[in-house]
């Protein structure tokens, strides 16, 4: 019998955004076995974190560029279990609004970047363009353009004034149509149909076995929302889980393209939410316990643990990164894939690799 | 279909992007650039310095000057907040792009929101002045 062909993948490749390696076992063209190799982008955040739990709330968003807010979002939903305390309604509203601002930013990226490496460089071009009226929202609303910095313990910095809800309700209505538009060339385009079908099946039960969670895991069948739980304001919006069964590359994509036009369904629900109010409340003295919580960030469930032990100084911070669950299923998607489909296949989940090596 | 309608209408319309460094970027007026001091009503208190996640101020008290490395600042708002006299303030712009790490002092012998710029000498990365050693 033939000994299959060794291939490495990475960690340097024109498809990926990030360092990730994958060996590739080979017969001709087809993919026998992955393995999949990470750490390139380990920065020991997890233990910088606990240095200072008022400076933390900076730098766990840098633990990833593209789900910063939610990275936020988390730690401040953490440490206000820790201190027992709940925040102003309007400050729920408004992190669900920019919450959503981002899942809609970091899914073009995802949508783009998958275009991009099926050579279909006309397709990202027209997903960022798009994206960037999404971001120039953010920077509107915010003042920052990636890290927000708009969290804090007890609520957020910066409010929204009368004029800036209208101004968001209007770049909604202007991104619907070109957002709809886009999901037209996804679903319709023979060139992206023809690549992304049955490429990359991820079955129900695999799905289950490697514990994909987000647009992953739904695009398997598996419907599996945190928003469901009803942190932040989703317990007062109408949220239906986008779920599809094929569990290919095709579906993936899919998902997140209708998540990123039910993200604008949401928002104009937020928006008629606003009511007058305070935006922040004070809180009192260092943390002492522990703290537990769970956001549904772009590429799923993200979960942050504190133990904090009533200094400044944070006794331990554990994340749990969605992309750190999903990334390793593309090795259960890749045996049978062509070789030329690996950048793709690998694509698709979203992989983010500074999450992953945090 | 789909993607020859869209390319079509893309053909014929203006481009999205502008030519950065000929055209002055559009900011939006919320937009946090950077960090400027009025030393007027600065009381040297040393809060901002606390509060800087990054390190980037440094307050002297005898030269009643501000220092602050661009390089680090990574305009989260802080020092803004945390200031009892509303000494600092955001503007929108950013500074300008250098060859080598800027640092911008703001002293009480220059008009308000004026500052001196100095530079950190090249490849010092973005460490303080005072973490820069002279060899």
Sequence with gaps: MKRPTTIPIGPQHPAFLEPLNIGLELEEERVVGATLNLGYNHRGMEYALALDYKKTQYLVERVCGICSNHHSAAYCQTMEDIYDIEVPVRAKVIRTIMMECQRITSHLLALGHTAETMGYENLFMQCFRERELAMRLVNEISGNRVHYSINVIGGIKRDMDAGMERHTANVMRELRPLLED????????????????????????????????????????????IREDGFAAYDMIDLKPVVRDE???????????????????????????????????TVKGHPTGEGLSRVEAPRGELLY?????????????KIRTPAFLNVPSVQAMLPGSRLADVPLITVSVDPCICCTDR | ??????????????????????????????????????????????????????????????????????????????????????????????????????????????????????????????RRPDEVTND
């Design chain 2, 1 to 126: 279909m789909s993607m020859l309608r869209s390319s079509l209408r893309n053909l014929f319309q203006r481009p999205v992007t502008t030519a950065y460094p000929n055209v002055q970027a559009d900011l939006p007026q919320s937009n946090r650039g950077r960090v400027m001091w009025e030393m007027s009503k600065c009381i040297y208190c040393r809060r901002c310095e606390r509060v800087c996640p990054t390190n980037a101020i440094s307050t002297n008290k005898e030269a009643k000057s501000q220092t602050i490395v661009r390089n680090r600042c990574i305009t989260c708002n802080a020092c803004v907040e945390v200031c009892p006299t509303q000494t600092i303030s955001m503007v929108a712009d950013y500074s300008k792009p250098d060859l080598a790490p800027t640092v911008h002092i703001f002293s009480a012998n220059l008009p308000d929101y004026n500052f001196r710029v100095e530079h950190l000498p090249r490849g010092s990365g973005s």
């Design chain 1, 182 to 225: 886009l999901r037209d060339v996804f679903a319709r385009d023979n060139t992206l149909v023809k690549r992304m079908k049955d490429v990359g099946v991820l079955t129900n039960e695999q799905a289950r076995d490697w514990c994909t969670v987000g647009p992953v895991a739904r695009a398997s069948g598996l419907p599996q929302d």
């Design chain 1, 247 to 281: 569990g290919d590359c095709y579906a993936r994509t899919m998902v997140r393209m209708d998540e990123c036009l039910h993200s604008i369904d949401l928002i104009e629900e937020c928006l008629k939410l606003l009511d007058e109010g305070p935006v922040i409340m």
């Design chain 1, 305 to 317: 643990h504190v133990k904090a032990i009533g200094g400044l100084q944070l006794d331990r911070i």
